[in-house]
């Protein structure tokens, strides 16, 4: 409590004093941190703030809890440092040089209004970047557009790839290494934000993709719950991409890949933990692995983020009452190469979700076939269709289910969208299609941005600002949102089209999802279990 009555004036005399160019100082438990003053905004950044420490003797195991700081203040203007890339999903920086990378990476990076103060405390956005759970960063994320709503926004650092997300059959390493990082992130929130003017128990997560299914995942652990409401913008755990049974054998193959002839666990992660964090990373791409959230084996005295064998993605107890605004985008997925169309896709992906006797997948592969493309054969000429099947198979179908299940949890209100707009108004928005008008992303230029690109940053901002304030993205109608977003119900399913325009509307591709829905009450029975789903599909230059 003493440190936050220090950090109340510190904070007020740095930020609202006469010098205008007197950095921000903070004191928290870890020590003094100064951040800077943004140049053309009125919030302050603390850039790279260690939340847990990772021990490099034993990079894959848990985290602990972030030392104090070794400087008598420390500096928070640098965040260059960045979890190892196993793949260039999501970068923003296509030339990201590895140097910068270390499995030390647990940093978050602060932006606050100056209005804040521990007396007048804002609420909170945590973000989750997305990245496929094996790139990416925080650090790319700055939204200074939300800030000046009134947000103390968050960004976050977690372990990827191997680092992150290796499920092993042994105690040390039984995996999703990145979620219990990102809980441990969390957890930080909730004991220092308040000395950064941000309220503790006014916090929304909030992720895209990858982030997004982390964050869900982080609603539906057993975990503590510390935070108030979600946002979760096109990713579910519930996607076929988004889960792997997990390999228990990939610190061997690493390690011998890498040259040392073992088959034992214990021997592959201390040879591992020895080994340069860019040959671990590299040795992983060459070998095509991919790492994901999964379930974890129980081992007596370790404590686990996922233990359910047959994980149902459901927590009433958490999710009651929470407020959720959850969508996707119009076209989440691409289809494209000579290759995808040289194979039956329906029935490689219906092989990735059910399991179902060769000749019965044949023959669903086929009414799927017939109702995307009628009698056509599977050629360059179906591309449309096939995104289509691809989005609904991945995303749209898999989001809609999130919502069914949200809804039995009692999860109030839900909030649900489509992303449609695009620039040039011709064309479809892609995955992601939103970002750059959340946040102020390298690409595209400014420059290029059209008056109602203006319009759509000012409309997204105020209206997820609304729903992290309020839990209700249009509290009130303005000449901005000249409409009230509805919340879905157990019978009706509203969304807003989020185009040029605002559109209230009803029912998202609603042939498509219900024929979805009828195809998985006959086959759901067959639905592969989570631990079970093929591990190596392979996403469409999906950039997760
Ligand atoms: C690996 O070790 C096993 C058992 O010690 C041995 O039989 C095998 O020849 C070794 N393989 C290589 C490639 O060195
Ligand atoms: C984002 O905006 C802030 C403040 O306006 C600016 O300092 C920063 O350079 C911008 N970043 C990008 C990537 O445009
Ligand atoms: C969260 O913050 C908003 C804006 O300051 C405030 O109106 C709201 O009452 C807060 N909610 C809670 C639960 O403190």
């Not at 009450?521 to 996403?539: E, F, N, Q």
Request: aromatic residues 10%.
């Amino acid at each position: 409590m003493k440190a936050f009555i220090w950090v109340n004036i510190l904070f007020l005399v740095n930020v609202h004093g006469a010098l205008q160019r007197v950095d921000p100082l903070v004191l928290i438990d870890q020590g003094l941190v100064k951040g800077i003053k943004a140049s053309d905004g009125d919030y302050s950044k603390f850039l790279g703030i260690p939340y847990a420490k990772v021990d490099l003797d034993d990079p894959f195991g848990p985290a602990q809890t972030a030392p104090k700081f070794e400087e008598v203040i420390f500096l928070a203007y640098d965040n260059s440092r960045k979890c190892p890339q196993t793949s260039r999903f999501g970068s923003v920086e296509s030339s990201a040089s590895s140097e910068d990378e270390s499995p030390d990476c647990l940093r978050l990076n602060i932006y606050s209004p100056s209005k804040a103060s521990i007396r007048n405390p804002l609420p909170v956005l945590v973000w989750v970047h997305g990245g496929g759970f094996s790139g990416g960063t925080g650090n790319q994320y700055e939204a200074p557009n939300l800030v000046e709503q009134g947000i103390v926004i968050v960004t976050v650092n977690y372990r990827l790839g191997p680092y992150g997300f290796m499920c092993l059959d042994h105690p040390a390493v039984p995996g999703n290494q990145g979620l219990k990082d990102q809980y441990a992130a969390l957890r930080w929130v909730r004991d220092n934000i308040a000395a950064f003017g941000g309220n503790p128990y006014n916090v929304t997560i909030a992720g895209q993709s990858a982030g997004s299914g982390s964050i869900l995942l982080q609603l539906f652990s057993k975990k503590e719950k510390l935070f108030d409401k979600v946002i979760a913008q096109s990713g579910t755990p519930l996607s076929p991409d988004m889960f792997t049974p997990g390999d228990p054998d990939v610190a061997i193959k690493l390690a011998n890949y890498l040259g040392l002839n073992t088959t034992d666990d214990q021997k592959a992660l201390e040879f591992l933990a020895k080994t340069h964090h860019s040959l671990v990373t590299g040795a992983a791409q060459s070998l095509g692995m991919e790492f994901r959230p999964c379930n974890e084996r129980s081992f007596s005295g370790v404590e686990n983020f996922i233990d359910d064998d047959s994980y149902a993605l459901s927590n009433e107890q958490k999710i009651k009452n929470t407020p959720i605004l959850i969508g996707n985008t119009d076209t989440e997925m691409n289809a494209d190469g000579d290759e995808y169309f040289e194979k039956d896709f329906f029935y490689t992906r219906l092989d990735e979700k059910f399991s179902l006797e060769t000749d019965q997948l044949k023959e669903i592969a086929e009414i799927m076939r017939h109702y995307y493309i009628g009698d056509r054969p599977i050629s360059k000429e179906i591309q449309p269709e096939a995104v289509d099947f691809e989005s609904d198979f991945v995303f749209n179908h898999p989001i809609q289910d999130t919502i069914t299940n949200l809804l039995k949890d009692n999860a109030n209100p839900v909030y649900s969208y489509v992303f449609t707009y695009v620039e040039s108004g011709e064309g479809r928005a892609g995955h992601g299609a939103e970002m750059e008008y959340l946040f102020n992303m390298t690409q595209p230029d400014d420059k290029a941005r059209s008056e109602t690109g203006h319009i759509m940053v000012d409309r997204l901002t105020t209206m997820w600002a609304n729903f992290i304030k309020y839990g209700n993205p249009t509290p009130e109608t303005s000449e901005l949102i000249p409409l009230k977003w509805s919340p879905v119900t157990a019978t009706t399913r509203p969304y807003l089209n989020i185009g040029a325009e605002l559109l209230m509307e009803e029912r998202f591709l609603k042939d498509r999802m219900a024929f979805w829905d009828l195809f998985q009450s006959v086959y759901g029975k067959s639905r592969r279990t989570i631990r079970k789903v093929a591990s190596k599909l392979k996403l469409l230059k999906l950039k997760m």
